[in-house]
């Protein structure tokens, strides 16, 4: 049972790190806050991480605290926590399983740790920093994950008295005097736990890990060279324009030839545990080497945490050619990024470059193909993709359909049916052609008169449904636009002007707190819906709580990023 248990038990110990209660209470003082949470600027994590580690994720600075339990106070249900709380203790009465009710009696066990937590100073009695500085990194690829406690004894009576609550015990075991928790002993690798030096220590090792690879993972000896030595992270945070709360690396080159030809300690005693074999890459070098020189790897971090806006990066890196192609396929839809109406979801794609650029790379796929065998499924998969985008539809959309945007402006409850207002966008180089195609579908629409800079025109269609809202056209150089519920033709001239936010942006999409609102308001007038009094009140505090959450897709001077923000109320 301990064995299956093990990883639950370590991931909720991780999260518990970030639990607190829900209360206004926004003790202690700012004068106290100062001298509790100071900026360290000295990021003590970073001399554990070598400076060829395959992939790492670290902070250089923590939050202050009293900001990080107010802004995820601000970021939480007010019932939410109690609640699931209720539903966990209701459930371990319905289940047989040994180990799973065991699980369910953990999960309770230190979400009542946090029932009467509601200041920072009870979130410190139970060990825990509410910002604490972390670091998760390879050393080659055995992960390790550090996280900095408030008090390590605390954490220890803590993490005791969960484990009495749910009836667990976990073993333990010593390397050169240090003690550690074994968290999993069945199979060739176990999961291990330690606190030291008031951090939280998390690893998978080898079942049979001597006391010199031990001495790497829990920190006794440190690593010639480290990130904070040769400046990466500060590096990738200054690139990036990320915030110094956290930012990281995954490197395709240094992972594959961990992989390949292991030369960290780590990697070959997982290696041997599990009795794999290095990766025989010889005879693919010139393609592992052709791969990685275009997809260097993947970057994440956040460009604003504070109490306002959370935004959350991952880039995709690429090399300069393929920044470029990536560029030219995007198009400027009107109003593509903005957050006007409640929700909306656009993209942008120049269809007809879109297939030169698949072709191109198809084309140097046949006449270069990937030569070792692991890699063969490259060389089929881009003639797969070439011709799925080169068929009689795409041939037909492309050269007049260039993007869409789609903006809910309202949504209701209209004779026991919901119904709303908002606006289609249809960009297009030549929308007149544009016209014409959609004619083949929606034969109406010819009849309208519609031409560029014209006037808007009402839809009048036996194909609509009956209660559908009024449906208007209107056209720019650009764009086609129809209005749901919008009659007004300065609304509809106003989107079709609309500038795209910005030139490399590939896809948008937003939902504002009013969306949720409007949710909740749908759910609860429908006479049959799957959802309870309590879920329609969480829509409602959702909408209380988040003024608006975005998220994109663009083409960045690093490659191919996908971000998401959250704009607290």
Sequence with gaps: MKTKLSLAVTLALFSAGMLSGCSDDKDPTAAATQQEAPKNLTAPMLKYIPADSPYFMASHEAMPEQEAFELYQRMQPASGFESDLDELRDMLHEIDDEVLHSLMSFLVAVGEEFIGVETLSDVHALGLKMSPQTAFYGLGILPVLRMELQDEDAFRETLQRILTKSDISLDTA?????????????????????????????????????????????????????????????????????????AGQIYTARLLNELSTPSHAGTQALMTAVDAEPLDLSACQADIERITSRFPGLVLGMREYNLNRVEMNLILATDKDIVSDLRALAVQVPGLGSTEGIASFGLGLNLPVLMQTIQKYAQEVRQNPFSCDELQNLNSVWNEINVAINNPVTAMIGPTLSGLKARIDSLTMKGGEPTGTGILTFASQNPLALLSTAGSFAPDLLSLGLEPGGEAKKVESMMLPPDTPELYAAMSDTAIVLGAGISNPATLQAELEAPAKERDLLLHGHLRGELYHALADLMDQMPDNDMTEFDIDMLRQYGDIYENIEYWLRVDDAGVEMSLSLDLE
Excluded: C
């Design 174 to 246: 010593t390397t050169d005097g240090t003690e550690y928790w074994v968290l999993s002993q069945d199979g060739p690798i176990k999961a291990i736990m330690a606190i030291i030096d008031q951090q939280l220590l998390i690893s998978v090792v080898p079942q049979d890990a001597d006391d010199v690879l031990l001495a790497h993972v829990l920190g006794k000896a440190l690593p010639d060279s480290n990130i904070g030595d040769t400046g990466a992270l500060a590096e990738i945070e200054q690139r990036h324009g990320f915030t110094p709360y956290g």
